[in-house]
């Protein structure tokens, strides 16, 4: 079974500074999708980003980039110029290709920004 | 509405009674989702629906807890005689068929006193 592994339950940085969220994950498929979600104080788990495992570019969304090392298996989340809307939880989550279905999620690392 | 919908917000109740927490998922997603999401824990499934396919009820940690979608919208998740242990968020999501992202509702957080 596919395990996602988020080893910082914390992380703090300062506003405007630059913060890394690491994930590894554990699978034997070569083509899986993962990605990473903010959960705030509201609940609701929101998209950051996602990265399809067949593109060796790493995925950019604006000040939130990855760094996707296949054959690591490890896919960090750089959050640049950190502001203080993104201090939230953060998960990393794994989905197979094909007909998989099922996320696997990390356990999170919760963003703390400080003014 | 335009993202997934779950009632209710919160709700606690005593031990040994049931309850139902319901998802109205994204119009024309065809697959829903249930998780779970206890304190310090990152998100447990629970169950999925895809379409009129038999749903994969793996996730369930016990016959307590069973889930219905009705005509392919609305789910409903029932836990029957609540544990202490059942307290969590309950998170429900949607996705159109073929995607790799899930669309979160806001979840329903349970307490069980």
């Known amino acids: 079974a596919q395990t996602v592994t988020q080893s910082q339950p914390e992380m703090s940085v300062q506003e405007a500074e630059t913060v890394t969220l690491s994930c590894t994950y554990d699978t034997s498929e070569s083509d899986y999708y993962l990605f990473w979600y903010k959960q705030p104080p509201s609940r609701q788990m929101i998209l950051v980003i996602r990265q399809e495992a067949y593109k060796q570019q790493n995925a950019t969304e604006n000040r939130f980039s990855v760094n996707f090392q296949k054959a690591a298996k490890s896919f960090s989340l750089k959050i640049s110029d950190s502001q203080l809307g993104d201090a939230a939880m953060y998960f990393c989550?794994?989905?197979?290709?094909?007909?998989?279905?099922?996320?696997?999620f990390g356990k999170g690392t919760l963003l703390t920004v400080n003014p | 509405g335009a993202g997934v919908s779950q009632s209710p917000s919160n709700k606690v109740t005593e031990k040994g009674k049931d309850v139902e927490l319901r998802c109205d998922p994204i119009s024309g997603h065809t697959a829903l989702y249930w998780y779970r999401q206890s304190l310090g824990q990152g998100l447990e499934f629970l169950i999925y629906?895809?379409?009129?396919?038999?749903?994969?009820k793996s996730g369930l940690p016990s016959d307590r807890f069973s889930a219905e979608r009705t005509g392919g919208s609305v789910s409903t998740l029932t836990i029957q005689r609540t544990q202490q242990e059942d307290s969590a968020v309950y998170l429900c999501a949607s996705s159109p068929i073929g995607a790799g992202e899930l669309f979160f509702g806001e979840g329903s957080r349970l307490t069980v006193l």
């Open positions: 629906f895809q379409g009129n396919s038999a749903p994969d």
């Open positions: 989550a794994y989905k197979g290709g094909g007909s998989n279905y099922k996320l696997t």
